[in-house]
């Protein structure tokens, strides 16, 4: 199956840092996604994202297909960013995942 | 509004018993899947479907069974069989089997322990 690295596992950060997760793969893929998971478990979509870029609000994404990586940007980090951000990925028709460990971020104030 | 409601948030396992864990969309999702999570880890698929009577086997589905008998409902068995249940699973649903556009919506989650 794919391989998917996040780097890096943990980082800590000022409230108002800025900040970059990585996530690389190790084959073509058709589907790319970043979550958040909060404290209390629940997994929120960011973005999906197979290639390109994406904004939305404070959060960006982009993913370069042809080298096989993604980057989730944090902008003017808020405690509320705190948590841990998966990227997973996919390259069948049936739309499964292949998740990361995931990076946990602390913000503090 | 719409989304996907798992119960119970918590369930508690006696060694050799079956327990069931119900998800439920209303966001008329094809696809439908089930992920387990270790502490510290991440996911790992158990079971997934895209249309209803129909479902295949993840990464991880020994010890496991599901049902897949209306379009709405993707419920997960966790059987005796399952040598470490103690874990919290997430059920997700999408638009398709390419997740289209929106990418998966994800349940609050169960966390069995056995006791």
């Known amino acids: 199956g794919i391989q998917v690295e996040q780097s890096p596992p943990d980082l800590i950060l000022q409230e108002g840092a800025n900040s970059t997760l990585r996530c690389n793969f190790s084959d073509s893929v058709n589907n790319l996604q970043w979550f958040h998971q909060n404290p209390w478990g629940q997994l929120i979509n960011l973005f999906y994202i197979p290639s390109g870029t994406k904004q939305n609000g404070r959060l960006s994404a982009t993913t370069v297909a042809t080298e096989r990586y993604s980057l989730l940007y944090i902008s003017s980090s808020q405690t509320t960013d705190s948590g841990v951000y998966f990227c997973?990925?996919?390259?069948?028709?049936?739309?499964?995942?292949?998740f990361g460990a995931g990076t946990q971020v602390v913000v503090t104030p | 509004d719409g989304g996907i409601t798992q119960s119970p948030k918590y369930l508690f396992r006696k060694e050799g018993q079956n327990v069931t864990l119900s998800c439920e969309q209303n966001l008329n999702h094809d696809a439908m899947y089930w992920y387990r999570q270790d502490p510290g880890q991440g996911l790992r698929l158990i079971y997934y479907?895209?249309?209803?009577?129909?479902?295949q086997k993840g990464d991880i589905a020994e010890g496991y069974s599901v049902s897949r008998e209306k379009k709405e409902s993707f419920p997960l068995t966790v059987t005796s069989a399952q040598k470490n249940p103690t874990a919290f699973y997430l059920c997700?649903?999408?638009?398709?089997?390419?997740?289209?556009?929106?990418?998966?919506?994800f349940g609050s989650g169960t966390r069995l322990t056995v006791v």
């Open positions: 997973a990925v996919g390259a069948d028709s049936w739309g499964k995942l292949q």
């Open positions: 479907s895209q249309i209803v009577n129909d479902f």
């Open positions: 997700a649903s999408s638009t398709s089997g390419q997740a289209g556009s929106d990418g998966y919506t």
